[in-house]
């Protein structure tokens, strides 16, 4: 049985995401956008539409942090601003038909790198690869989480 080391596997998910990012953009030439935008097009779906500040909290962000995030991205043209109907002074914003076309081609772009790449490893690593994909995704809520409700908690804690 191995044990867990955190600081090894901080350190390869670091360079792992950003060699995918790399590549992936360097296949679809697509252009470069800040992670907190990246973050922002991933909460905005083709469909949902949503307010600045439920944005905000959704992220962990600050309002006037997003707000200048969606000033800028509008500008770039990665999302929709539209004024309420029931209230002009509130909008709501959505990710621009320009801002989901990059993100399924950067989608696909990876997903296809990452399948040409695994194909070069051995069975074994494929299958360990494919086991710890829902371990990873447990451990991504477990950080978006804390980072909500920071206050330290273990296993042992919950009933």
């Known amino acids: 049985m191995s044990t867990l080391d955190p600081a090894h596997l901080a350190a390869v998910i670091s ?8 590549a992936a953009r360097a296949a679809e030439d697509l252009p470069e956008i800040p992670d907190a935008q990246i973050e922002i097009i991933r909460a905005l779906p083709a469909g ?16 006037p942090t997003v707000s200048n995030l969606l000033r800028t991205m509008e500008a770039a043209g990665l999302i929709t601003r539209t004024q309420r109907a029931d209230d002009r002074r ?5 990710a621009s038909a320009k ?5 399924d081609r950067f989608d696909r772009a990876s997903a296809q790198l ?9 069975a074994a690593d494929r299958d360990a690869l494919a086991a710890a ?6 451990l991504r809520a477990a950080l978006a989480a804390h980072r909500l409700d920071p206050s330290p908690s273990t296993p042992e804690d919950t009933p």
Not at 15 to 22: E, G, K, N, S, V
Not at 114 to 122: D, E, Q, S
Request: hydrophobic share 55%; no cysteine.
């Open 15 to 22: 360079p792992l995401r950003r060699t995918l990012l790399a």
């Open 48 to 63: 949902v539409v949503t307010t600045p500040g439920e944005l905000a909290t959704r992220l962990g962000m600050s309002r």
């Open 90 to 94: 509130h909008v709501t914003v959505a």
């Open 99 to 103: 801002a989901l076309d990059l993100f």
């Open 114 to 122: 990452i399948a040409a790449a695994a194909a070069t490893l051995p």
């Open 133 to 138: 994909v829902p371990a990873l995704e447990r």
